[in-house]
Nanobody, 124 residues
Framework: QVQLVESGGGLVQAGGSLRLSCAFS????????IGWFRQAPGKERESVAA????????YYDDSVQGRFTISRDNIKDTVYLQMNNLETGDTAVYYC?????????????????WGQGTQVTVSS
């Protein structure tokens, strides 16, 4: 069974940076699309970024384009989300998710496996 474990969340001031990690296990990492999503209190889950096997298939939500970078280490079976120039509106629980095969997608309901989430809080 695929398992995903996020880490790297925390409290940071606006303008600061954090790097989230998502450790993957229980499957063939290279065959999975990985997405990052977030959910703030009282709001719907929203997409952040998604990535296929290679850097040729990367997508970002407009709200994070230019500030966040998704990457993956296919030897360590880990996906990263580098978040720069953080804003108070980025405060949320961040989740990584995985789906096998297919193209990267920003639709959360297309992902089959989810991590437990990591809290990111950006103070003003």
């Amino acid at each position: 069974q695929v398992q995903l474990v996020e880490s790297g969340g925390g409290l940071v001031q606006a303008g600061g940076s954090l790097r989230l990690s998502c450790a993957f296990s229980g499957g063939s990492f290279s065959s999975y699309v990985i997405g990052w999503f977030r959910q703030a209190p009282g709001k719907e889950r929203e997409s952040v970024a998604a990535m296929g096997w290679s850097t040729t298939s990367i997508y970002y939500d407009d709200s994070v384009q230019g500030r966040f970078t998704i990457s993956r280490d296919n030897i360590k079976d880990t996906v990263y989300l580098q978040m720069n120039n953080l804003e108070t509106g980025d405060t949320a629980v961040y989740y990584c998710a995985a789906k096998q095969f297919g193209r990267p997608t920003m639709e959360w309901y297309e992902y089959d496996f989810w991590g437990q989430g990591t809290q990111v809080t950006v103070s003003s």
